[in-house]
């Protein structure tokens, strides 16, 4: 039988604090990114930006991964991973995190300055 690997993109949104210890949590928060989405103000806004977001991290993603220098898929993945997470600490990302998502937050802003949305929300459906 044939194992799937994926390529995880590793993402943290929320700001949660354990009061009781003081911590933020690990790893820690990507708060561009969170500030980001959290950013819009209205549902349509909302959509647009988190379109925009999948759009722009899935197509850099991709550039990121081409520069890899991988044979097999599992070691593209492992890779990413290193990539996104080795020099991380509990207090901070390392700076290919950083840039990696600062990238797909400016290329996010591109797109929704394009309205990139397709269809409208129906606002009488919860979300």
């Not at 949660?16 to 959290?38: E, H, K, M, R, T």
């Not at 599992?74 to 020099?87: I, K, P, T, Y």
Request: aromatic fraction near 10%; charged fraction near 25%; charge should be negative.
């Amino acid at each position: 039988m044939e194992q799937n690997t994926l390529v995880l993109v590793p993402l943290r949104l929320d700001k949660a604090i354990c009061n009781l210890f003081s911590i933020a949590g690990y790893p820690p928060a990507d708060d561009d990114v969170q500030n980001y989405l959290a950013g819009a103000l209205s549902r349509n806004d909302a959509y647009d930006r988190s379109c925009a977001f999948l759009e722009a991290l899935f197509t850099h993603m991709n550039t990121v991964l081409r520069t890899f220098d991988s044979i097999s898929y599992e070691d593209l993945a492992a890779q990413f991973r290193s990539f996104m997470n080795d020099g991380q600490t509990i207090s901070g990302h390392n700076d290919n995190r950083k840039k990696f998502f600062s990238a797909v937050i400016e290329k996010a802003n591109e797109l929704q300055k394009k309205q990139v949305r397709c269809v409208q929300l129906d606002l009488n459906w919860p979300l």
